[in-house]
C-alpha cells in the first residue's frame, strides 16, 4: 500500500458566520495546509499519517479523534504537557477571498524537532512512499530544526522517498525574507515534487516572469499555478499549461483550494497518472472545495473518483 507522510502544524479554526459581524458568531473546526491536504489525501483513497506535535488538553484530544475519524493515521503526533494548539480566525469578503488571523506563537507544534520523539519521527521518514510539507511547516520550526528535518529527508530519499514540496508562503511567518529564500532553495534541492504558484512566490522573487520563476526552482517536477485558473506543469516529459474548467457555482471560500489541489495531484500521481492530467484532477477537485465554507468541506460534498478522473490506487512506479 502506498503511505504518505504530511508533517505541519494544525490549529483551531474559527470561522466568522456568514453575514456576521466581527465580535459576532463564529463557528469552531480545525485546519491547517498540510492537514487539510491529509485529510482530502484520505478521502481519495491514499494512506497518510499526520506529523506534528499538540498539548495535552481536551482540544487536542478532539483533534486527533478527528483526523481518526477522517482515516489519517495518528501513531506520529507527539503530545506536549502544557502545551496548547494554535489557533486561527477567517474573514470572507464577498468574493470568497479569505484573511487569516494567528494565535499560534507559542503552539506545541514549533517544538516538533525538540522533542524526545523527534528521532524516531525523523527515522520514519524513510518509511513512506511520500513524505509531504510546506513552507509553513519550515517557517514554524526554528533554524536547526529545519536543517534536521531536510537532512532527514535528504537520508530518506537515499532509500526511496520521494519529497513533495509545497510553497505556501506566508510573508508573517519569515521575519528575514533572505532566510525564507534560503530555505526555499534547500528545499527545491531537495524535493522530488514542487507544487508552487506565483502567489507564493512574487513577494520572494519580486517581478519575476513565471518562465524565471520555474527555472529558479530545480526540482524534477514543478506545478506552478498562475493568478488566472491555470498551472504550469514541469516535468520530464515537457512543460505545459493546463487551465482549470469553468466553475458552475460561485466561489464561497478559497481558503483551501492549495491544499485540495495539491492532494488531488499527488493523489493522481501515486495512482499512476501523468503529471498533466494529474493537475487537471488538482482543479477539480479545487473547484469544488472553494465553493464551501471553511478549509475541510462536508463529506456528501466531496466529488467522486470518477468524476476526478483519478486512476485507481496503487503504487507509483514513475
Same mark, same amino acid.
Given at each position: 500500500?502506498?503511505?504518505?507522510?504530511? /508533517? $505541519?502544524?494544525?490549529? /483551531?479554526?474559527? +470561522?466568522?458566520?456568514?453575514?456576521?459581524?466581527? $465580535?459576532?458568531?463564529?463557528?469552531?473546526?480545525?485546519?491547517?495546509?498540510t492537514l487539510n491536504t491529509a485529510v482530502y489525501l484520505s478521502r481519495l483513497g491514499v494512506h497518510v499519517d499526520y506529523f506534528t506535535a499538540l498539548g495535552d488538553d481536551a482540544l487536542s484530544d478532539e483533534m486527533i479523534a478527528g483526523w481518526a475519524s477522517e482515516g489519517i493515521g495518528t501513531k506520529h503526533v507527539a503530545r506536549s504537557a502544557g502545551k496548547l494548539p494554535g489557533l486561527y480566525?477567517?474573514?470572507?469578503?464577498?468574493? $470568497?477571498?479569505?484573511?487569516?488571523?494567528?494565535?499560534?506563537?507559542?503552539?506545541?507544534?514549533?517544538?516538533?524537532?525538540?522533542?524526545?520523539?523527534?528521532?524516531?519521527?525523523?527515522?520514519?521518514?524513510?518509511?513512506?512512499?511520500?513524505?509531504?510539507?510546506?513552507? /509553513?511547516?519550515?517557517?514554524?520550526?526554528?533554524?536547526?530544526?529545519?536543517?534536521?528535518?531536510?537532512?532527514?529527508?535528504?537520508?530518506?530519499?537515499?532509500?526511496?522517498?520521494?519529497?513533495?514540496?509545497?510553497?505556501?508562503?506566508?510573508?508573517?511567518?519569515?521575519?528575514?525574507?533572505?532566510?525564507?529564500?534560503?530555505?526555499?532553495?534547500?528545499?527545491?534541492?531537495?524535493?522530488?515534487?514542487?507544487?508552487?504558484?506565483?502567489?507564493?512566490?512574487?513577494?520572494?522573487?519580486?517581478?519575476?516572469?513565471?518562465?524565471?520563476?520555474?527555472?529558479?526552482?530545480?526540482?524534477?517536477?514543478?506545478?506552478?499555478?498562475?493568478?488566472?485558473?491555470?498551472?504550469?506543469? +514541469?516535468?520530464?516529459?515537457?512543460? +505545459?499549461?493546463?487551465?482549470?474548467?469553468?466553475?458552475?457555482?460561485?466561489?464561497?471560500?478559497?481558503?483551501?483550494?492549495?491544499?485540495?489541489?495539491?492532494?488531488?495531484?499527488?493523489?493522481?500521481?501515486?495512482?499512476?497518472?501523468?503529471?498533466?492530467?494529474?493537475?487537471?484532477?488538482?482543479? +477539480?477537485?479545487?473547484?469544488?472545495?472553494?465553493?464551501?465554507?471553511?478549509?475541510?468541506?462536508?463529506?456528501?460534498?466531496?466529488?467522486?473518483?470518477?468524476?476526478?478522473?483519478?486512476?485507481?490506487?496503487?503504487?507509483?512506479?514513475?
Amino acid at each position: 500500500m502506498t503511505r504518505v507522510a504530511s /508533517i $505541519g502544524e494544525c490549529m /483551531i479554526e474559527l +470561522r466568522q458566520a456568514p453575514g456576521g459581524q466581527l $465580535g459576532g458568531l463564529y463557528s469552531r473546526s480545525f485546519g491547517g495546509d498540510t492537514l487539510n491536504t491529509a485529510v482530502y489525501l484520505s478521502r481519495l483513497g491514499v494512506h497518510v499519517d499526520y506529523f506534528t506535535a499538540l498539548g495535552d488538553d481536551a482540544l487536542s484530544d478532539e483533534m486527533i479523534a478527528g483526523w481518526a475519524s477522517e482515516g489519517i493515521g495518528t501513531k506520529h503526533v507527539a503530545r506536549s504537557a502544557g502545551k496548547l494548539p494554535g489557533l486561527y480566525l477567517i474573514q470572507t469578503d464577498d468574493r $470568497g477571498e479569505r484573511r487569516f488571523f494567528h494565535w499560534r506563537d507559542s503552539a506545541a507544534a514549533r517544538d516538533l524537532m525538540d522533542l524526545p520523539e523527534t528521532e524516531d519521527i525523523l527515522n520514519s521518514l524513510a518509511t513512506y512512499d511520500v513524505v509531504y510539507l510546506s513552507a /509553513i511547516t519550515l517557517s514554524i520550526l526554528r533554524e536547526d530544526g529545519r536543517e534536521r528535518l531536510l537532512a532527514a529527508l535528504k537520508r530518506a530519499r537515499l532509500l526511496g522517498t520521494r519529497f513533495a514540496f509545497d510553497t505556501n508562503f506566508r510573508a508573517r511567518g519569515w521575519p528575514d525574507l533572505n532566510v525564507a529564500r534560503k530555505v526555499f532553495s534547500s528545499a527545491f534541492e531537495t524535493a522530488d515534487i514542487v507544487l508552487a504558484s506565483t502567489e507564493d512566490l512574487a513577494p520572494l522573487y519580486p517581478g519575476e516572469t513565471n518562465t524565471a520563476l520555474l527555472a529558479g526552482i530545480s526540482s524534477p517536477e514543478v506545478v506552478l499555478k498562475l493568478a488566472e485558473p491555470a498551472c504550469i506543469v +514541469r516535468s520530464a516529459g515537457g512543460t +505545459r499549461e493546463v487551465r482549470a474548467e469553468q466553475l458552475t457555482k460561485p466561489v464561497v471560500d478559497t481558503t483551501a483550494a492549495g491544499d485540495s489541489f495539491a492532494a488531488a495531484y499527488l493523489a493522481a500521481r501515486l495512482g499512476g497518472a501523468e503529471p498533466e492530467e494529474a493537475a487537471r484532477a488538482g482543479h +477539480r477537485l479545487a473547484g469544488v472545495v472553494v465553493c464551501y465554507p471553511g478549509a475541510i468541506i462536508p463529506r456528501y460534498a466531496m466529488p467522486p473518483k470518477k468524476a476526478l478522473r483519478l486512476p485507481p490506487s496503487r503504487k507509483a512506479s514513475q
